[in-house]
């Protein structure tokens, strides 16, 4: 399943916000003849024959009440952009990890050329030629080393530009947040100044009343309630437009990052020296919500077809590495439980093996962690999913079912039909999909009970992951752990 996302520019437009109603004085015992003209004036209506009743006022009032609680919340906003100055930062310091390694390197090919030069002075025949020959393999490997490095920091010039936009950008979202927080504050102010007068023109008009009978108290007594609950609404539509730049610079900053990587996995290569460079590569950034998949790295390499495939999780100190059961594909998506650990792929044929890794441990999925904190406060959480197999066998309709993860039990559902309802069970199993091309990180895979089992389809990575993380979270709380087929490491690690 795919999802289109609009294209947002790197300013956001200022809304223009109208201005505070003009304050109301109540000069005697009952409300004045006045309009409200162009810039909020009071026009004085002496001579207008027709006189604005007490609901009509209170009704003015509620109007330019209801105007102004679409701008009165900016919550959240310095929240998000938070973690787009941690990740700015982050970036810079492995920019400068990286700038000390490569200086590292140059040093050691220097000594290495020196002892090569060295060595060249004691020996002679046919061991001096072979000396000669090293000198100049090393030399050429250092005028590689440059031209790659040379990339290499165009590519980081490239992304310091992205991270210091996303640094300005913060800081920008800071002001504006704070120039809101301001206006808001006023505006409630306003509000209140608006309500206060009402309540008071109210209690002047009941004291009237009371003598005459002629109106109503109630009445305008539950408009005067509409009025306060009118002040406490908001609209965060600011909000929401920055929450989608945000995403946007993210993506960017994504691809950027996965084009170092890759450089980088160049550069290594380049350095190691390798007369004979690895057939395969793993494409695809190392993080939960993306799919890594085998690609050849030359030419000569044959069809992945003809191989076979097993994917395996080790720890990052290097532990025993563990096999996923079912993971047989030359793609792979990663799930939560793949956090913090490094994936493996063994390449095997007839008289040839190829062992590929990831270069560091899956990186969790940024804000994925405080989105799930949120749905556990919650009793039942749906989502919406298509059935891609039941049972092991396609499912042929595209309809859409909702997936409900509760605290007690899971349910799939279409519309008041129930497709398959149970308890967390220790036969219960539920993991990410292993394999299935492109949409295995939109995909899970859920067995009921023994004998049925559905892959699931979800509207997006986030809500495949997020729907992982909170089943087995509440399977937890009910004593169950929650694994794929034959992943008897998580049982052991969550005891």
Not at 31 to 41: D, E, H, L, R, T
Request: glycine share 6%.
């Amino acid at each position: 399943m795919t999802r289109v996302i609009r294209d947002f520019s790197k300013t956001l437009p200022k809304e223009a916000f109208a201005a505070v109603s003009a304050d109301v004085i109540f000069a005697s015992s009952r409300f004045p003849n006045y309009k409200i003209g162009a810039n909020n004036q009071i026009i004085d209506g002496k001579n207008d024959q027709k006189t604005l009743s007490m609901k009509e006022v209170v009704a003015r009032e509620t109007a330019l009440l209801l105007e102004q609680q679409k701008r009165l919340s900016v919550r959240d906003l310095a929240s998000k952009f938070e973690k787009g100055l941690a990740a700015a930062a982050k970036l810079s310091e492995e920019a400068r990890l990286r700038e000390a390694v490569s200086l590292e390197k140059h040093v050691i090919l220097k000594k290495l050329r020196d002892a090569l030069e060295a060595l060249k002075g004691r020996v002679a025949g046919r061991n001096k030629d072979d000396v000669e020959e090293a000198i100049a393999m090393v030399e050429a490997l250092a005028v590689k080393l440059s031209q790659r490095e040379g990339e290499l920091i165009q590519e980081k010039a490239e992304v310091n530009r992205l991270a210091n936009f996303l640094k300005q950008a913060s800081e920008d979202a800071k002001k504006l947040v704070e120039e809101e927080r301001a206006f808001a504050r006023a505006e409630i102010e306003s509000a209140r100044a608006a309500v206060q007068r009402v309540e008071e023109a109210l209690q002047e008009h009941e004291t009237m009343s009371r003598a005459s009978g002629k109106q109503d108290p109630e009445e305008l007594m539950k408009e005067v309630q509409e009025a306060r609950r009118i002040k406490m609404l908001h609209q965060p539509s600011k909000v929401m437009d920055m929450e989608h730049e945000l995403r946007a610079l993210r993506s960017q900053l994504a691809e950027k990052s996965k084009r170092a990587l890759h450089l980088q996995k160049e550069l290594a290569t380049c350095k190691s020296g390798e007369k004979n460079p690895l057939l395969y590569e793993l494409d695809g950034p190392e993080a939960l919500g993306s799919i890594l998949r085998i690609l050849p790295s030359s030419d000569n390499a044959p069809e992945i077809s003809e191989f076979s495939v097993q994917w395996y999780r080790s720890s990052t100190d290097g532990g025993k590495k563990e096999l996923i059961s079912g993971a047989t594909k030359h793609v792979y998506a990663p799930e939560p439980f793949d956090v913090g650990r490094v994936l493996q792929a063994d390449i095997f044929s007839e008289g040839q093996y190829i062992t590929l890794s990831t270069t560091g441990p899956i990186e969790p999925a940024p804000g994925l962690g405080s989105y799930v904190e949120a749905l556990v406060r919650k009793h039942d959480t749906a989502f919406n999913v298509i059935i891609s197999q039941m049972s092991g066998v396609d499912h042929k309709s595209e309809s859409i079912h909702v997936l409900h993860v509760g605290k007690m039990r899971m349910k799939l559902s279409k519309g008041k039909t129930t497709v398959a309802k149970e308890y967390y069970s220790s036969s219960m199993q539920l993991c990410g999909v292993r394999g299935g091309g492109n949409a295995a990180p939109q995909a899970l895979f859920w067995q009921v009970k023994n004998g049925t089992s559905f892959i699931l389809a979800f509207e997006s990575e986030r809500e495949r992951n997020a729907a992982i993380m909170l089943a087995r979270r509440f399977a937890y709380d009910c004593n169950i752990i929650l694994a794929g087929p034959d992943d008897r490491s998580l049982s052991s690690a969550a005891q």
